[in-house]
C-alpha cells in the first residue's frame, strides 16, 4: 500500500494536497474527490487507519523513526503540509473566484466532478443490480444533501468540535463536501474566519474534532475497500454523481440571508439554464468561457489518469 517515491514524486504529492486543500474550501466540492483522481486516495486512508494503538506501541517500544516509517509518515506529512499551505493561502484565491467569476469555477469542478464519477466506477470489475442500486443509492444520498437547506446558528467552542468530527468524514469521501457539511451545520462562516484571523484556540479544537473523526471513518473505508471493493467503488461513484447538482454553474437563489459582516449568503437555490441565468440575473453566463473550462477539468482527470498508469507500469 506504502508506495516508493523520490524527491519529484513527493513535489508532485504536495501539489496534490494543495488542489485538495483548495478543493475542500469550496462547499460542493470533495477534497477526497481530488485523492481519487489523482490516485492516491487507498494509500491515504489506509495510511490514516494506521496512526492507532500499534503505531504508539511501535513508538515507545522502537522509537520514533520505526513509527513514522509505520504510519508511511513521509506521505501524511508532505501530503498534510500541501493541505494546510492551501488552506492558508490558496484557499482565499478560491473564494475571492467563488465571489467574483462564480460560474467559470462552478464549471471547471463540474467537469473535474463529472470525469471523476467515471474515473471511481471504472474500478468496479463487474457490474450487477446490487452495484448499479448502490450507485444509485448514493447518487440519491448526495443529491438529497445538497438539497438541505443551511440552518443558521450561534457558534460556541464546542460546535467547532463536533463540526470538524462531522465535516472532515465528508472531506475524506469523494462527492460529499466537507465545506458544504460546515454550511449546512452554520459552521462554514465562523470556521473559515478563524482561519482568517488565526483564532488558535477555536482552530484546535476543530483540529481534534477532525483528528478524531478521520482516525475512527478511515478504519471503517479501509474495511469496506479491502472486503468490499467494488460495492465501495459503486457507492463511491454514487456519490459524486449525485454531488454535481450542487456544482451545476448557473443558479437562481431562492431564499438568502445576511451575515453579520453584511454579506448576502444563499441559503436554497435552484439549477437553470445560461439563458435563464442572464435573464433573471441580468448578468452574463460566461456560456462559451464555462464550457472550455468544464472540458479543461475533464482533461485534466484524464490526463491524471494516464499520469497514474504510467507511474504504476515504471
Given at each position: 500500500?506504502?508506495?516508493?517515491?523520490?524527491?519529484?514524486?513527493?513535489?508532485?504529492?504536495?501539489?496534490k494536497g494543495l488542489i485538495m486543500g483548495a478543493a475542500d474550501g469550496m462547499p460542493g466540492v470533495s477534497g477526497g474527490t481530488i485523492a481519487f483522481i489523482t490516485g492516491i486516495y487507498q494509500e491515504l486512508i489506509h495510511s490514516i487507519k494506521l496512526c492507532g494503538p500499534e503505531a504508539l506501541r511501535i513508538l515507545f517500544k522502537q522509537g520514533l523513526l520505526d513509527a513514522f516509517k509505520y504510519i508511511n509518515g513521509s506521505f501524511l506529512v508532505t501530503l498534510f503540509a500541501g493541505i494546510i499551505v492551501s488552506v492558508i493561502s490558496l484557499s482565499r484565491v478560491v473564494v475571492y473566484l467563488l465571489d467574483t467569476y462564480p460560474e467559470l469555477l462552478w464549471s471547471f469542478f463540474f467537469g473535474l466532478i463529472l470525469a471523476g464519477t467515471w474515473s471511481v466506477?471504472?474500478?468496479?470489475?463487474?457490474?450487477?443490480?446490487?452495484?448499479?442500486?448502490?450507485?444509485?443509492?448514493g447518487s440519491a444520498v448526495a443529491y438529497s444533501?445538497?438539497?438541505?437547506?443551511?440552518?443558521a446558528i450561534e457558534p460556541r467552542p464546542l460546535y467547532f468540535f463536533l463540526s470538524g468530527m462531522l465535516a472532515i468524514c465528508a472531506?475524506?469521501?469523494?462527492?460529499?463536501?466537507?465545506?458544504?457539511i460546515l454550511l449546512l451545520l452554520g459552521m462554514y462562516g465562523p470556521v473559515m474566519l478563524a482561519i482568517k484571523e488565526f483564532q488558535f484556540s477555536l482552530l484546535a479544537l476543530f483540529a481534534c474534532g477532525c483528528a478524531i473523526g478521520l482516525l475512527s471513518f478511515s478504519h471503517f473505508l479501509d474495511w469496506m475497500f479491502s472486503k468490499h471493493k467494488n460495492l465501495t467503488f459503486a457507492l463511491?461513484?454514487?456519490?459524486?454523481?449525485?454531488?454535481?447538482?450542487?456544482?451545476?454553474?448557473?443558479?437562481?437563489?431562492?431564499?438568502?440571508?445576511?451575515?453579520?459582516?453584511g454579506k448576502e449568503i444563499s441559503l436554497l437555490e435552484?439549477?437553470?439554464?445560461?439563458?435563464?441565468?442572464?435573464?433573471?440575473?441580468?448578468?452574463?453566463?460566461y456560456l462559451l468561457f464555462a464550457l472550455g473550462l468544464m472540458l479543461l477539468g475533464i482533461a485534466l482527470v484524464i490526463f491524471m489518469e494516464l499520469m497514474n498508469k504510467s507511474s504504476d507500469k515504471s
Amino acid at each position: 500500500m506504502q508506495a516508493k517515491r523520490n524527491g519529484r514524486d513527493y513535489l508532485v504529492l504536495a501539489g496534490k494536497g494543495l488542489i485538495m486543500g483548495a478543493a475542500d474550501g469550496m462547499p460542493g466540492v470533495s477534497g477526497g474527490t481530488i485523492a481519487f483522481i489523482t490516485g492516491i486516495y487507498q494509500e491515504l486512508i489506509h495510511s490514516i487507519k494506521l496512526c492507532g494503538p500499534e503505531a504508539l506501541r511501535i513508538l515507545f517500544k522502537q522509537g520514533l523513526l520505526d513509527a513514522f516509517k509505520y504510519i508511511n509518515g513521509s506521505f501524511l506529512v508532505t501530503l498534510f503540509a500541501g493541505i494546510i499551505v492551501s488552506v492558508i493561502s490558496l484557499s482565499r484565491v478560491v473564494v475571492y473566484l467563488l465571489d467574483t467569476y462564480p460560474e467559470l469555477l462552478w464549471s471547471f469542478f463540474f467537469g473535474l466532478i463529472l470525469a471523476g464519477t467515471w474515473s471511481v466506477i471504472r474500478h468496479v470489475d463487474k457490474w450487477n443490480w446490487t452495484l448499479f442500486v448502490t450507485f444509485l443509492a448514493g447518487s440519491a444520498v448526495a443529491y438529497s444533501l445538497t438539497m438541505i437547506t443551511p440552518v443558521a446558528i450561534e457558534p460556541r467552542p464546542l460546535y467547532f468540535f463536533l463540526s470538524g468530527m462531522l465535516a472532515i468524514c465528508a472531506m475524506i469521501l469523494p462527492g460529499i463536501s466537507g465545506a458544504f457539511i460546515l454550511l449546512l451545520l452554520g459552521m462554514y462562516g465562523p470556521v473559515m474566519l478563524a482561519i482568517k484571523e488565526f483564532q488558535f484556540s477555536l482552530l484546535a479544537l476543530f483540529a481534534c474534532g477532525c483528528a478524531i473523526g478521520l482516525l475512527s471513518f478511515s478504519h471503517f473505508l479501509d474495511w469496506m475497500f479491502s472486503k468490499h471493493k467494488n460495492l465501495t467503488f459503486a457507492l463511491l461513484g454514487g456519490f459524486m454523481f449525485g454531488s454535481l447538482n450542487k456544482v451545476w454553474p448557473w443558479k437562481q437563489t431562492i431564499e438568502s440571508t445576511i451575515d453579520r459582516h453584511g454579506k448576502e449568503i444563499s441559503l436554497l437555490e435552484r439549477n437553470i439554464s445560461p439563458q435563464a441565468f442572464e435573464s433573471l440575473t441580468g448578468q452574463p453566463s460566461y456560456l462559451l468561457f464555462a464550457l472550455g473550462l468544464m472540458l479543461l477539468g475533464i482533461a485534466l482527470v484524464i490526463f491524471m489518469e494516464l499520469m497514474n498508469k504510467s507511474s504504476d507500469k515504471s
